[in-house]
């Protein structure tokens, strides 16, 4: 029975990174930054997530697909978006400075 | 039998869906008003980043494992879109 609250709070962990990301989507001003705190932080949560509902599941062949998806999005969700951010500066995106960059 | 589809987690688990659904609307606003479509990309790469937990938790909720290929299906094809839109848009020069 204990295990499940442990599963709980990694679910609750995971939420929390996930909302950081989706905030740090809608308000950062620019599409480095935006990759930048999206990327890192939705990867951190999506792990936390998955080895919580790991948890909820029995030992068994669930278990190992849930590990197995989370081994996979921990390797692509930083390479994807490592490939959209490149691909958008060689397309000469500007990043966003301080000084007179027009945010947004 | 999962844990999760016993004593009352259910309703728990279901409650952690809907916050997850809240989350991935707050990054469509992004997909809506992104000035570039890399923001955009990225954008739809967290919703569906998104997608694949709803469905990890409705599969555990609902004790259905099944929905767990599912969702290892999509987080394959979230991977895949995202590839080939960067690679369409450097080879291109600016279709999309």
Known sequence: MTLIWVSVGLIVAGLFFTLVAAVGLVRMPDLYTRAHATSKTDTLGTVLTLAGVALAFEAGVPRAKLLILAVFMLITNPTATHAITRSAYDQGIEPWTDDGGDAE | ?96
């Open chain 2, 1 to 96: 039998m999962t844990l999760a589809s016993q004593g009352g987690f259910e309703t728990l688990f279901l409650g952690f869906v809907a916050a997850f659904v809240l989350a991935s609307t707050l990054t469509l606003y992004r997909v809506a008003r992104g000035p570039t479509p890399h923001d955009r990309v990225i954008a739809v790469n967290a919703t569906g980043t998104t997608t694949v937990l709803v469905l990890a938790l409705v599969a555990a909720a609902f004790d259905q494992p099944g929905f767990l290929d599912v969702a290892i299906v999509y987080a394959l094809l979230n991977f895949l879109v995202s590839i080939a839109i960067s690679k369409f848009t450097v080879e291109r020069g600016g279709v999309l």
